[in-house]
């Protein structure tokens, strides 16, 4: 079974600053899909970025930007320029192959909870 | 418009009752889901479902039925509600096509048994 570990509960990042958030993950499977969801107070889940494993090139969303090393199955999260409304839980995520064509079956980790100060 | 709607939001109720959660999407997707969120934020998936066949039934108690009554709609039922149940459920859907993998996700429906 595949695990995702967010080694970091929390992290704390002034504003305008660069914060990197962590993941690995472990898999025995080759083609795969790993994701960032950010979880405000509000509770709802939103996308932050995507990366598909067979790309060698990092995904980058404005701000949001991956460093994806799949020999060390690592994926972590940078944001630049941080802003007070980027305060949130982020969850990495990994999608199996499994399913392909009619679910994604995303495995979570636990989350880092980011805070923004002035 | 809300792209994918549950009710209610939030849900109390006493141990040994019975509750329905319902979930319905816009967005025109075959593919629905349910999540489980904890009290330490972990989520993990519990139902998934396609054009409303069942995909994926992670060991998840009985006491929770999904149901689909068409693509648009996936409900959970829960029988015999325990301390351990309460939780935010997340329902959410996607395209359920291959290299469409983004997933759309509901406020959650916070459960508080007593």
């Known amino acids: 079974a595949q695990t995702v570990t967010q080694s970091q509960p929390e992290m704390s990042v002034q504003e305008a600053e660069t914060v990197t958030l962590s993941c690995t993950y472990d898999?025995?499977?080759?083609?795969?899909?790993l994701f960032w969801y950010k979880q405000p107070p509000s509770r709802q889940m939103i996308l932050v970025i995507r990366?598909?494993?067979?790309?060698?090139q990092n995904a980058t969303e404005n701000r949001f930007s991956v460093n994806f090393q799949k020999a060390a199955k690592s994926f972590s999260l940078k944001i630049s320029d941080s802003q007070l409304g980027d305060a949130a839980m982020y969850f990495c995520?990994?999608?199996?192959?499994?399913?392909?064509?009619?679910?994604?079956?995303?495995?979570f980790g636990t989350g880092t909870r980011l805070q923004v100060t002035l | 418009d809300t792209a994918v709607s549950q009710t209610p939001k939030y849900l109390v109720t006493q141990m040994g009752n019975d509750k329905s959660i319902k979930c319905e999407q816009n967005l025109g997707h075959d593919t629905m889901y349910w999540y489980k969120q904890d009290s330490k934020k972990f989520l993990k998936i519990m139902f998934s479902?396609?054009?409303?066949?069942?995909?994926i039934n992670e060991t998840v108690p009985n006491r929770f039925s999904p149901k689909s009554p068409d693509k648009a709609h996936l409900n959970l039922h829960i029988n015999s509600l325990e301390l351990g149940d309460s939780a935010v459920y997340f329902c959410a859907s996607s395209l359920g096509v291959p290299m469409e993998e983004k997933l759309f996700f509901g406020s959650g429906t916070q459960l508080s048994v007593l």
């Open positions: 995520a990994y999608r199996s192959p499994l399913y392909t064509g009619t679910a994604s079956k995303l495995t």
């Open positions: 479902y396609n054009n409303k066949e069942l995909i």
């Open positions: 898999t025995s499977e080759s083609d795969y899909y």
């Open positions: 990366q598909e494993a067979y790309k060698q």
